[in-house]
């Protein structure tokens, strides 16, 4: 069984997000990461890119796998973490530790539609 | 076959040559040419005598697995006999030596070939015509949709921008649909492993261009609903492609023009015997109805007449079975598909229980073994594919389609001898036994092969792609 | 029941086969294909024959062709093939091998493949190739769709008048279904001219620039500056070029190139009306994750020893599906080991050999052409390596009427008219003799205006 995180907000495509004021920290969840095995790349934005939310700002990649990433929020990266260029494995190692992105939110009622960790765990149980 | 560690940079010893080339009698010099437009230094290329060439090619070969070498039960790919008669045809100078570019009339042999091909292929499939342009499936599959596009276009019917792929088609029907501007909506499969038709109904519109089919479909059934589906799209205003990947059960006994298809391709190096040369050179013509040849010119996908000399082959092949043979080979491919289904359904889920056409799909062992291993983990289809290796059989194609998990395509065709197929059969049984008893046999296979399991994940993360990341 | 040599199957062979499949006949194995479909009637083709009736077949044909010298190249040319490559790469392991998805039994193909992209490599001066593309012009096409692919969101893509036509041709009507605008480089004296490429790049929008060195009329192209203002405008700066040409000539990289793209027919594959011959494309590592098609890389298998795989698939579309840069799935691997092994026979010695011979054949034949006093120079002082443009004052038709009864094809009409001359294209490459060279010059002479 894959871990979940409490305090964290949770997408239907397995990105979760931990807000810091008005932005936004992404990344993926554990089922995210041991479903797609061990990653060999992170296609990152840039920052100064804009986003609308469900738009797909990146991918993880695998050996045999592509999965792309979704923005559950809109609006601009601030941040990338640019980590992970060289070491992929850290989203494997510790999904709750390698964010992915940082986005400016421009509307937090994005986040209501955002499962939260005990819906997450039961949505993924049910996959 | 054996390990063998060089690389041809790796015999390299300067002022080594293999070349033959006449003495210079004109005289001309390089440094005529301004030294801002030359290189500065010579490109690193090996510097070999002939015979390191010819071992070293040679030595490589022998790590490889054809054809020729064995059982190739690759399914989707047709991995039938190439028979050699074609590669006698295809070098002879008499088409060797013509340049793409000469006037028709020193090429009339060339022509005539093209012609009579064409007429062939038009007979087999229930086209009017082909272009030979395309050099492989996919490039035949994005030709076929820049004339489905043409032809909307032509009607001032620019709206039609999507296109309907079933989830068991091959990549590259979504791919190419990509590549020609169109969006792609997905069918799904109904339970039985066909086209769900209700599903299809509800996706049809004034915004469809057509659907893309493949039938026999890549679990190897046959879409017997075709005449409604036909229906359907053509009254939406659409046009059916189909994707020949699988046209060699049909050989003989069904024609996709007589199912309602307005466009499709071939592969000449799948269902019309040209050896497929590690991936390539292939060739795809698209072949359309009749109402669509005004259409076939007006796209240009290739540099010159397409893959000529593949073309040439494929002829040969037609000659060579005519008409008595060519239906037989769609039987035998069938047969023999339903012959190893049959035969290893006891030890292998099989998904969907019906007659296959050329090839089927089992999803994975019924018994992994899970409860033997130390770490509760069983077999799975790479690792039956692995141990497969250690027998001198080629892996079925594996992990496709995407409906099942443990997903082990077989296409066995029609070129192979029941003996073969029952080797095959008792080593499939064999490795069912020893995933069941001691999954770790398979989980660590090959064992045989020239080298073990390859690092992929290490490859893909530092990637080291040319002999200069290597020095 | 006929025997046929393709097919072992015995009468009592299929007997047990359908046996265990449990149905009554082959026809039954169709019972799901709906009756109306299922044909009754043989194909209207011709009987079987035996393997010395298709040969005699093929060589009706072959008498129907006319057997010319071959003077024209326009992205075909009539270099030699050394012998050992038609042997090597009928290794029945090459040749009835598909794609090395197995790479455990694939180790020869995955190491050519390592081998051709680093001969690629070495020549375009690039740092990562794939395994191969079908031919020049779709690896051209392929190119735009990568530069789109790079940029995000940019829809123009510029392509230089000077490139040969049969590229533009393709390009063009991959762009024109993918909805991309392509904008033209004009052609000045015979060269891509800057200002027209940065009154372009002005506009705004675009997502690459594809330039060629060598060009269509055969002119050496410099390229300065061109890749610095393509940067500037933040788009993909990709480079045409003959493979056999830059043995010698200044690299892509060396330009400033991020993408080379071309056929490499050149480097001893036959004519052969066209194909099979293979695309060439190599890029900058920073586009890697956007280069179609296979790449071939080295690792260690389980006992630590050097191996290669079939790596970065994800980029592919059997793994992304639509969402992949490009749709290739076969290429053309047997052309990619073709074009290895004659890199390996030539060296770099025999490269520069080939490129030396091949332009002093050239260079003397336009001599002596200029000398018969019916062409005149299209583009004077513009240096060129074995294929050069003149402008005839003789009509081309009457030209190659004269030709073609001498055995010869030379002079190939471009479709461009100074005045009343016509720009014709001539090729020599090191297997045109001076013989061959004096009597095509011959013919010429006696051609009546």
Same mark, same amino acid.
């Not at chain 1, 809109?74 to 940082?102: F, M």
């Not at chain 3, 001498?406 to 090191?430: C, R």
């Given at each position: 069984?894959?871990?979940?995180?409490?305090?964290?907000?949770?997408?239907?495509?397995?990105?979760?997000?931990?807000?810091?004021?008005?932005?936004?920290?992404?990344?993926?969840?554990?089922?995210?990461?041991?479903?797609?095995?061990?990653?060999?790349?992170?296609?990152?934005?840039?920052?100064?890119?804009?986003?609308?939310?469900?738009?797909?700002?990146?991918?993880?990649?695998?050996?045999?796998?592509?999965?792309?990433?979704?923005?559950?929020?809109?609006?601009?990266?601030?941040?990338?973490?640019?980590?992970?260029?060289?070491?992929?494995?850290?989203?494997?190692?510790?999904?709750?530790?390698?964010?992915?992105?940082?986005?400016?939110?421009?509307?937090?009622?994005?986040?209501?539609?955002?499962?939260?960790?005990?819906?997450?765990?039961?949505?993924?149980?049910?996959? | 076959?054996?390990?063998?560690?060089?690389?041809?940079?790796?015999?390299?010893?300067?002022?080594?040559?293999?070349?033959?080339?006449?003495?210079?009698?004109?005289?001309?010099?390089?440094?005529?040419?301004?030294?801002?437009?030359?290189?500065?230094?010579?490109?690193?290329?090996?510097?070999?005598?002939?015979?390191?060439?010819?071992?070293?090619?040679?030595?490589?070969?022998?790590?490889?697995?054809?054809?020729?070498?064995?059982?190739?039960?690759?399914?989707?790919?047709?991995?039938?006999?190439?028979?050699?008669?074609?590669?006698?045809?295809?070098?002879?100078?008499?088409?060797?030596?013509?340049?793409?570019?000469?006037?028709?009339?020193?090429?009339?042999?060339?022509?005539?070939?093209?012609?009579?091909?064409?007429?062939?292929?038009?007979?087999?499939?229930?086209?009017?015509?082909?272009?030979?342009?395309?050099?492989?499936?996919?490039?035949?599959?994005?030709?076929?949709?820049?004339?489905?596009?043409?032809?909307?276009?032509?009607?001032?019917?620019?709206?039609?921008?999507?296109?309907?792929?079933?989830?068991?088609?091959?990549?590259?029907?979504?791919?190419?649909?990509?590549?020609?501007?169109?969006?792609?909506?997905?069918?799904?499969?109904?339970?039985?492993?066909?086209?769900?038709?209700?599903?299809?109904?509800?996706?049809?519109?004034?915004?469809?261009?057509?659907?893309?089919?493949?039938?026999?479909?890549?679990?190897?059934?046959?879409?017997?609903?075709?005449?409604?589906?036909?229906?359907?799209?053509?009254?939406?205003?659409?046009?059916?492609?189909?994707?020949?990947?699988?046209?060699?059960?049909?050989?003989?006994?069904?024609?996709?023009?007589?199912?309602?298809?307005?466009?499709?391709?071939?592969?000449?190096?799948?269902?019309?015997?040209?050896?497929?040369?590690?991936?390539?050179?292939?060739?795809?013509?698209?072949?359309?109805?009749?109402?669509?040849?005004?259409?076939?010119?007006?796209?240009?996908?290739?540099?010159?007449?397409?893959?000529?000399?593949?073309?040439?082959?494929?002829?040969?092949?037609?000659?060579?079975?005519?008409?008595?043979?060519?239906?037989?080979?769609?039987?035998?491919?069938?047969?023999?598909?339903?012959?190893?289904?049959?035969?290893?359904?006891?030890?292998?889920?099989?998904?969907?229980?019906?007659?296959?056409?050329?090839?089927?799909?089992?999803?994975?062992?019924?018994?992994?073994?899970?409860?033997?291993?130390?770490?509760?983990?069983?077999?799975?289809?790479?690792?039956?594919?692995?141990?497969?290796?250690?027998?001198?059989?080629?892996?079925?194609?594996?992990?496709?389609?995407?409906?099942?998990?443990?997903?082990?395509?077989?296409?066995?065709?029609?070129?192979?001898?029941?003996?073969?197929?029952?080797?095959?059969?008792?080593?499939?049984?064999?490795?069912?036994?020893?995933?069941?008893?001691?999954?770790?046999?398979?989980?660590?296979?090959?064992?045989?092969?020239?080298?073990?399991?390859?690092?992929?994940?290490?490859?893909?993360?530092?990637?080291?792609?040319?002999?200069?990341?290597?020095? | 029941?006929?025997?046929?040599?393709?097919?072992?199957?015995?009468?009592?062979?299929?007997?047990?086969?359908?046996?265990?499949?449990?149905?009554?006949?082959?026809?039954?194995?169709?019972?799901?294909?709906?009756?109306?479909?299922?044909?009754?009637?043989? @194909? $209207?083709? /011709?009987? #079987?024959?035996? !393997?010395?009736?298709?040969?005699?077949?093929?060589?009706?044909?072959? *008498?129907?062709? &006319?057997?010319?010298?071959?003077?024209?190249?326009?992205?075909?040319?009539?270099?030699?093939?050394?012998?050992?490559?038609?042997?090597?790469?009928?290794?029945?392991?090459?040749?009835?091998?598909?794609?090395?998805?197995?790479?455990?039994?694939?180790?020869?193909?995955?190491?050519?493949?390592?081998?051709?992209?680093?001969?690629?490599?070495?020549?375009?001066?690039?740092?990562?190739?794939?395994?191969?593309? @079908? $031919?020049? /012009?779709? #690896?051209?096409? !392929?190119?735009?769709?990568?530069?789109?692919?790079?940029?995000?969101? *940019?829809?123009? &893509?510029?392509?230089?008048?000077?490139?040969?036509?049969?590229?533009?041709?393709?390009?063009?009507?991959?762009?024109?279904?993918?909805?991309?605008?392509?904008?033209?480089?004009?052609?000045?004296?015979?060269?891509?001219?800057?200002?027209?490429?940065?009154?372009?790049?002005?506009?705004?929008?675009?997502?690459?620039?594809?330039?060629?060195?060598?060009?269509?009329?055969?002119?050496?192209?410099?390229?300065?500056?061109?890749?610095?203002?393509?940067?500037?405008?933040?788009?993909?700066?990709?480079?045409?070029?003959?493979?056999?040409?830059?043995? &010698?000539?200044?690299?892509?990289?060396?330009?400033?190139?991020?993408?080379?793209?071309?056929?490499?027919?050149?480097?001893?594959?036959?004519?052969?009306?066209?194909?099979?011959?293979?695309?060439?494309?190599?890029?900058?590592?920073?586009?890697?994750?956007?280069?179609?098609?296979?790449?071939?890389?080295?690792?260690?298998?389980?006992?630590?020893?050097?191996?290669?795989?079939?790596?970065?698939?994800?980029?592919?579309?059997?793994?992304?599906?639509?969402?992949?840069?490009?749709?290739?799935?076969?290429?053309?691997?047997?052309?990619?080991?073709? &074009?290895?092994?004659?890199?390996?026979?030539?060296?770099?010695?025999?490269?520069?050999?080939?490129?030396?011979?091949?332009?002093?054949?050239?260079?003397?034949?336009?001599?002596?052409?200029?000398?018969?006093?019916?062409?005149?120079?299209?583009?004077?002082?513009?240096?060129?390596?074995?294929?050069?443009?003149?402008?005839?004052?003789?009509?081309?038709?009457?030209?190659?009427?004269?030709?073609?009864?001498?055995?010869?094809?030379?002079?190939?009409?471009?479709?461009?008219?100074?005045?009343?001359?016509?720009?014709?294209?001539?090729?020599?490459?090191?297997?045109?003799?001076?013989?061959?060279?004096?009597?095509?010059?011959?013919?010429?002479?006696?051609?009546?205006?």
């Amino acid at each position: 069984m894959s871990k979940v995180l409490e305090g964290l907000l949770y997408s239907e495509s397995h990105e979760w997000v931990r807000m810091e004021g008005d932005i936004a920290v992404i990344g993926v969840s554990d089922y995210a990461q041991h479903s797609m095995g061990a990653l060999t790349y992170v296609d990152l934005p840039e920052v100064g890119d804009t986003f609308e939310q469900g738009e797909s700002f990146g991918a993880l990649e695998s050996v045999k796998a592509a999965s792309e990433l979704y923005t559950p929020v809109s609006g601009e990266v601030t941040e990338v973490n640019e980590e992970l260029e060289d070491e992929p494995e850290a989203v494997n190692n510790d999904p709750y530790g390698a964010w992915i992105i940082k986005i400016a939110v421009e509307d937090k009622s994005q986040l209501d539609a955002l499962m939260g960790p005990e819906a997450y765990n039961t949505y993924t149980e049910s996959l | 076959m054996k390990y063998y560690d060089k690389l041809i940079f790796e015999l390299s010893k300067e002022s080594r040559t293999a070349f033959s080339l006449p003495e210079d009698k004109f005289g001309g010099n390089l440094s005529d040419i301004p030294s801002d437009l030359r290189r500065k230094e010579g490109p690193l290329l090996p510097e070999v005598s002939e015979v390191d060439v010819v071992r070293h090619y040679t030595n490589l070969s022998q790590m490889n697995f054809g054809v020729d070498t064995g059982f190739y039960p690759l399914g989707s790919c047709t991995m039938k006999y190439n028979p050699k008669i074609n590669e006698q045809v295809s070098s002879m100078p008499a088409f060797a030596r013509l340049h793409p570019l000469q006037p028709e009339c020193s090429v009339k042999g060339a022509l005539e070939m093209v012609d009579a091909l064409d007429g062939a292929l038009a007979e087999i499939t229930g086209m009017k015509h082909f272009t030979f342009l395309p050099c492989a499936g996919a490039h035949g599959e994005l030709t076929g949709l820049m004339i489905m596009r043409q032809y909307h276009m032509a009607r001032h019917d620019e709206g039609r921008v999507k296109v309907i792929v079933p989830d068991s088609a091959h990549g590259t029907n979504p791919a190419s649909a990509a590549v020609a501007g169109l969006q792609v909506v997905t069918v799904k499969s109904k339970e039985n492993g066909l086209i769900d038709v209700e599903a299809l109904r509800d996706l049809l519109g004034d915004d469809i261009a057509g659907i893309m089919m493949t039938n026999p479909n890549t679990l190897g059934l046959f879409e017997k609903d075709i005449k409604e589906i036909a229906s359907l799209v053509h009254g939406c205003g659409g046009l059916l492609y189909y994707d020949g990947a699988n046209m060699n059960p049909l050989l003989g006994m069904v024609r996709p023009g007589d199912m309602g298809f307005d466009i499709m391709h071939l592969n000449l190096h799948k269902t019309f015997s040209t050896p497929h040369g590690g991936g390539g050179p292939g060739s795809g013509p698209v072949g359309v109805a009749e109402h669509l040849v005004q259409f076939l010119p007006t796209t240009k996908v290739s540099g010159f007449h397409g893959n000529f000399a593949v073309m040439m082959r494929a002829y040969a092949y037609i000659l060579m079975l005519g008409k008595e043979n060519l239906p037989l080979a769609g039987q035998y491919a069938t047969l023999s598909a339903n012959y190893i289904k049959e035969s290893l359904r006891d030890a292998y889920k099989l998904p969907i229980d019906s007659i296959c056409k050329h090839e089927f799909v089992f999803d994975g062992l019924i018994d992994d073994g899970s409860a033997h291993a130390p770490d509760g983990v069983g077999a799975t289809t790479l690792d039956v594919a692995k141990r497969l290796l250690d027998f001198s059989f080629h892996a079925p194609t594996i992990y496709f389609p995407l409906l099942f998990h443990q997903a082990l395509m077989i296409e066995p065709t029609e070129t192979e001898s029941v003996e073969t197929m029952d080797s095959f059969i008792d080593v499939m049984h064999r490795i069912a036994q020893e995933a069941s008893e001691d999954p770790m046999i398979l989980r660590s296979a090959p064992h045989n092969a020239p080298i073990t399991r390859p690092d992929e994940t290490t490859a893909a993360r530092n990637p080291v792609l040319k002999y200069q990341d290597t020095i | 029941m006929s025997t046929f040599p393709y097919f072992p199957h015995t009468e009592e062979d299929v007997r047990r086969m359908l046996e265990k499949v449990g149905v009554g006949d082959l026809t039954s194995l169709y019972g799901d294909v709906p009756a109306e479909f299922l044909r009754t009637q043989p @194909y $209207d083709l /011709p009987s #079987a024959k035996s !393997e010395e009736e298709v040969l005699s077949i093929f060589e009706d044909l072959g *008498k129907k062709n &006319v057997p010319l010298k071959v003077f024209v190249g326009q992205g075909s040319y009539d270099h030699y093939t050394p012998s050992v490559i038609p042997y090597l790469t009928q290794r029945s392991e090459f040749l009835t091998a598909y794609t090395p998805y197995q790479a455990e039994i694939s180790q020869g193909t995955l190491r050519y493949i390592f081998e051709y992209q680093s001969m690629i490599c070495s020549l375009t001066g690039m740092d990562v190739s794939n395994a191969s593309m @079908y $031919d020049g /012009p779709t #690896a051209a096409a !392929e190119a735009m769709m990568m530069g789109l692919a790079c940029t995000r969101k *940019k829809t123009r &893509v510029l392509l230089s008048r000077t490139l040969l036509p049969h590229v533009t041709a393709v390009v063009e009507n991959y762009a024109r279904f993918h909805g991309v605008a392509i904008g033209y480089v004009e052609c000045e004296d015979g060269v891509s001219s800057i200002q027209s490429m940065k009154d372009e790049l002005a506009v705004g929008d675009v997502a690459a620039v594809i330039l060629p060195s060598v060009n269509r009329f055969g002119i050496i192209e410099d390229l300065e500056g061109f890749a610095d203002a393509i940067h500037e405008a933040k788009a993909l700066a990709v480079q045409y070029c003959d493979p056999s040409a830059l043995a &010698v000539l200044r690299s892509p990289a060396e330009w400033g190139m991020d993408v080379a793209v071309g056929d490499g027919q050149p480097l001893g594959i036959p004519l052969s009306w066209g194909g099979p011959y293979v695309g060439f494309m190599a890029c900058r590592k920073d586009y890697v994750r956007k280069l179609p098609g296979r790449i071939v890389g080295q690792t260690t298998d389980k006992e630590g020893r050097r191996c290669f795989v079939l790596t970065l698939q994800a980029r592919e579309q059997h793994i992304r599906r639509e969402k992949a840069t490009s749709n290739i799935c076969s290429n053309e691997s047997l052309m990619a080991l073709w &074009v290895t092994i004659y890199l390996s026979v030539m060296g770099p010695e025999g490269m520069r050999k080939v490129n030396t011979l091949s332009y002093g054949g050239a260079h003397c034949l336009k001599d002596k052409l200029l000398c018969t006093g019916l062409f005149e120079e299209a583009f004077p002082g513009k240096p060129f390596l074995k294929e050069f443009t003149l402008l005839s004052k003789v009509p081309s038709e009457t030209l190659q009427k004269a030709l073609l009864e001498g055995g010869f094809f030379a002079a190939l009409p471009l479709g461009i008219k100074v005045g009343d001359k016509e720009m014709v294209s001539f090729t020599v490459t090191e297997r045109r003799t001076g013989e061959e060279i004096d009597s095509l010059v011959e013919v010429i002479k006696n051609v009546k205006p």
